[in-house]
């Protein structure tokens, strides 16, 4: 079945945090995932915020931001019952398709490692893993 893909606006806040509640998706909802941080991300140039719809349903979803000499794909989310259909893979085209338009040559992903459906998503799209890097983060607050 052919399901709409298409950009995500303001608008779409709430749909996009049901879906991320429904697929067990962590968000920091005081932070950088509130609503007022994602209406202004979701206007950036650099950021490719796009949903996938059943009819009116949002069933999928995937972040992909630029830092200038990488693209990064975060949040991918796929409606647990819709889940085994390879959508994950449609969204990761999507993505990779605008950020290759901003000329970026290298995308990536982070992946939690007990995140095994992102894990085989992103390996059947071609991507390597690395298993020496490790990540380190440092953040203002925990809601960042």
């Known amino acids: 079945m052919d399901y ?7 608008t779409d806040y709430d749909d996009l945090i049901a879906l991320w509640d429904r697929s067990g998706l962590p968000y920091r909802p005081r932070g950088r ?3 007022d941080a994602i209406a202004n991300e979701v206007k950036r140039m650099e950021t490719c915020f796009q949903g996938m719809f059943d009819g009116d349903k949002m069933i999928g979803a995937i972040i992909g931001t630029s830092d200038g000499r990488k693209g990064w794909i975060n949040r991918l989310a796929i409606d647990p019952d819709y889940r085994g259909q390879r959508l994950a893979g449609l969204l990761i085209e999507e993505c990779e398709k605008a950020l290759r338009e901003q000329g970026l040559k290298v995308i990536a992903a982070l992946i939690e490692e007990e995140n095994l459906p992102s ?21 203002e607050t925990d809601d960042d």
């Open 4 to 10: 709409l893909i298409r950009p995500l606006d303001a």
């Open 33 to 35: 995932d509130s609503r």
């Open 119 to 139: 894990i085989a998503a992103f390996k059947r799209a071609g991507y390597h893993y690395h298993s020496e890097i490790y990540y380190f983060s440092k953040r």
